[in-house]
């Protein structure tokens, strides 16, 4: 992704943001790979996150049609607002290992609630290396759901 893109994508970002009407600063990160991060900073995240992060994926996949329309180049984004992924990611990993320490001292399976994929993804990837315990995603979406077992 050349500078000229990234910029291109800085000022559609910007410009999609100004016609909701939210008050928003945009700055789109350095290319990783085929990802390309952009940090919103809002007064008003609630609105824009929604309800467990449901309308930032939904504005997320708008914006990226709006972008692919406009940048043939094959790219995704990391849209986040207020750091709301970040810090969901460290509150995922600390209750995945705070389950998993539970369920290895109990013995009792422990099942979550249901979570969209890319959340049960993170709780899996944080338990794969402990030997006492094992994951496993059961049901069928929007009610898939993680399940920590105790090791036989």
């Given at each position: 992704m050349n500078q000229e893109n990234l910029q291109k994508i800085k000022e559609i970002t910007d410009e999609f943001f100004e016609r909701t009407s939210f008050d928003v600063e945009a700055e789109?990160?350095?290319f990783q790979e085929k990802t390309i991060p952009i940090k919103i900073k809002t007064n008003e995240?609630?609105?824009l996150i929604?309800?467990?992060g449901q309308t930032l994926v939904e504005i997320q996949r708008l914006l990226k049609a709006i972008l692919k329309k406009q940048i043939p180049e094959e790219f995704y984004i990391d849209l986040d607002i207020n750091d709301y992924k970040k810090k969901k990611l460290a509150y995922l990993k600390e209750t995945a290992r705070e389950l998993a320490d539970e369920v290895a001292l109990t013995k009792k399976e422990n099942?979550?609630?249901p979570m969209p994929a890319y959340e049960r993804r993170i709780i899996h990837l944080e338990l794969a290396g402990r030997e006492d315990i094992t994951t496993e995603s059961i049901g069928q979406e929007p009610d898939r759901r993680v399940v920590i077992r105790p090791c036989s």
């Open positions: 789109v990160l350095s995240p609630k609105v929604g309800q467990n099942i979550l609630a």
